[in-house]
């Protein structure tokens, strides 16, 4: 007999854990609380396919993002999505920043990114006519896809290979009951072998159903995006990024093309006051009183008032937000931005008011729970389905 397993969450890693598990025959139920998939980080995701530039050696984001982002170019070439490689130059601004970025090409170097340039002022204007900088890191394989289709496309291979991916089922409870587990939901009860818990912004409170610890916890920052109007979109040929802070795991504001066309400015990272909070209006008490009581975010706020200021501030002030923009493409003007919708950032918080940077998976009994899958999960999405359902089969003959 088959085992069962069930699958909380359609995002794009609950998705392809449900399509890898069902192509092994498995018995694949996913529950998903929304009317479509990958309505909720997957769908607000900016699109870029990462080659692994930032990522230590060894961790499992710089593992899985190398693989990841091969087999998503051959899952688009496969079901005829669009997959652009624009590459991506990273700008060093100062020589402090030209120190750091020589560090990151380094550690690049050593995960096997491939293609890496590093430009001068001169050779970053020959790539980038209207970008500016002191220093710069070009890597060519970075790509841009749009992981609203790819999740779709995930979905019905899921269910061509047996799946049953439930809509509108929003988890209520988790019951573990010896080596198998009852979800409980409105519909009703199904009981499983074997749980994926892939629930994004509402991951730590599910995997607390299925009596997971506390840490790490989620809280959620909003992260806010303008856009180029369309007669400056030339303005940029590729993605344009910062060099990265490193007390800091937020990129700080870059430029985005898409594949249809727009380019995004941003983001910011300011605390959202509801996990699932896109416009600065949405306000949960729920939500806002759990992040407040999380000692590891008070630990955090301290730690980091400073940079959440700075950040406040760019997101209440339009010219501060061109003007950080403008420090890369000094030809920008207010004229030439629009606002664009925001996202949220699904972040987990240690107790020690740590922000989790790799990704953290915890196993326990029969449930496997995702804890944090911040970027680049959407590119490494196939790659720790492989993870999650190795780790599935090991469970099963335990």
């Known amino acids: 007999m088959a085992l069962s397993v069930g699958v909380i969450g359609a995002g794009i890693v609950g998705l392809s854990v449900a399509r890898r598990l069902a192509r092994w025959d498995y018995e694949v139920t996913v529950f998903e609380k929304e009317a479509e998939v990958a309505l909720h980080q997957t ?8 080659a692994g530039v930032y990522y230590p050696p060894g961790s499992l984001k710089s593992r899985l993002c190398r693989d990841g982002a091969r087999r998503i170019k051959e899952f688009c070439a496969e079901h005829d999505l669009p997959y652009e490689e624009i590459g991506k130059v990273i700008v060093a601004r100062s020589a402090d920043e030209a120190g750091r970025l020589r560090d990151i090409e380094d550690r690049a170097r050593a995960a096997g990114v491939p293609g890496l340039r590093r430009l001068g002022p001169a050779e970053l204007a020959e790539l980038e006519p209207h970008v500016r900088g002191f220093a710069a890191l070009h890597s060519p394989t970075t790509a841009i896809v749009d992981y609203r289709l790819i999740a ?38 199904t009981t499983v072998d074997r749980l994926v818990i892939c629930a994004g912004l509402q991951s730590d409170r599910v995997a607390a159903l299925a009596g997971d610890e506390p840490a790490p916890a989620i809280v959620p920052f909003r992260g806010e995006y303008h856009r180029l109007a369309p007669h400056r979109r030339e303005l940029v040929k590729g993605l344009v990024y910062p ?10 504001v870059h430029f985005t093309p ?31 009183r759990d992040i407040l009581k999380w000692g590891g975010f008070r630990r955090l706020a301290r730690a980091h008032w400073r940079a959440g200021v700075r950040e406040a501030l760019t997101s209440v002030s339009r010219r501060r937000f061109i003007a950080e923009a403008r420090a890369y493409v000094p030809e920008l003007t207010p004229g030439d931005v629009l606002p664009a ?15 989790v940077d790799d990704f953290a998976i915890h196993r326990l009994g029969p449930v496997v729970s995702v804890r944090n899958a911040p970027s680049p999960a959407a590119t490494s999405a196939l790659a720790i389905a492989d993870h999650i359902a190795d780790q599935v089969r090991a469970s099963a003959r335990d």
């Open 243 to 252: 060099v990265p802070d490193p007390a800091y795991p937020f990129l700080g």
């Open 43 to 50: 769908g607000h995701n900016s699109g870029v396919v990462h």
């Open 341 to 355: 919708p925001a996202g949220v950032r699904a972040q987990a918080v240690g107790r020690d008011g740590s922000l």
């Open 152 to 189: 779709r496309a995930l979905a019905d291979d899921a269910r061509a290979a047996g799946a049953r991916v439930l809509l509108g089922r929003e988890v209520t409870g988790l019951e573990r009951t010896g080596a198998r587990v009852v979800v409980h939901t409105a519909a009703g009860a």
């Open 258 to 288: 898409r594949v249809d066309g727009t380019v995004d400015i941003g983001p910011n990272a300011v605390l959202a006051t509801a996990r699932e909070g896109y416009r600065r209006r949405d306000v949960d008490l729920a939500d806002l």
